[in-house]
């Protein structure tokens, strides 16, 4: 049996040390402990991936017990779960990487996390923390939400959120190694079965002067293809915003792939016009036209 990759998840703080605590009261500690138990229950039986915590109660860890658990396996992916604080107004979703080796990592995750929050996207940006600064393999530090902000703490502890953002962060990882996020994976409480992902490859091909042939996917009978490429050679003017692409300034139900953002073929007809042929004989192949 092939041997699996390694992610260590690391909820931040713990014990005596709270991390940053809520208008409200909550601590910092308990939601990042409780999103990296999610994140363990997703992995659980995955095929591929041994995912495993540095902690898996309310106990403390030195910074460096943390990186040594982690160097010492040695994981190969570490991800560090903790909210921000700052001033109540402060807002948004943000991934940080030490080594730009591990930028790649903090942009999938950062992606996947964000448009689960909807919380602003500030962005996977660099910062000086022991844990993904010392740990030797690729390791990111995720800021879920701010915890100072009233929205967002309220968010934070609310467990569909949490779920849907522990299925986000287990989707990034799953992306960022190139494994399916498989149908093996469990769902959480009250969560609708995870599909598995293999979105089976259509070639989507652009009949206009300049056009040419894409890849696309199709998902339960909805095809999906790359929104920029085919949006404006059909005449769109396509725009991102908030985890979504907007077409002609109308944002769109959005699949993110290696950072693509893929949209419907059935969009681009509603708001561009564009005519799409499935060819029955090759359900693999869709041809796209621009308006007449
Ligand atoms: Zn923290």
Redesign the pocket.
Known sequence: MAKKIKVKGDA??GASDP??IGPTGKK?KDF?LTMALKLEELFKNHPSIDFSLTRRTDVFLELKQRVKIANSQPADLFISI??NAASSSANGTETFYNRTTSAPLAGVIQRHMQAATGFKDRGARYGNFAVIRDTKMDAVLLEVGFISNPEEEKKLFQDDFQNRVALAIAQGICEYLGVPFDIQTPTLPGQEPVKATPYPEMSVTVHTAAGSTYTGYNVKDTTWVPSRPIGELIGGRIGYTKGKVTINGEAVETMNINGVGYVTARDLTKLLGARIFWDKATPSKVEIYPKN
Request: charged share 10%; aromatic share 0%; no cysteine.
């Open positions: 931040g703080h991390g940053a910092e990042n903790h909210a």
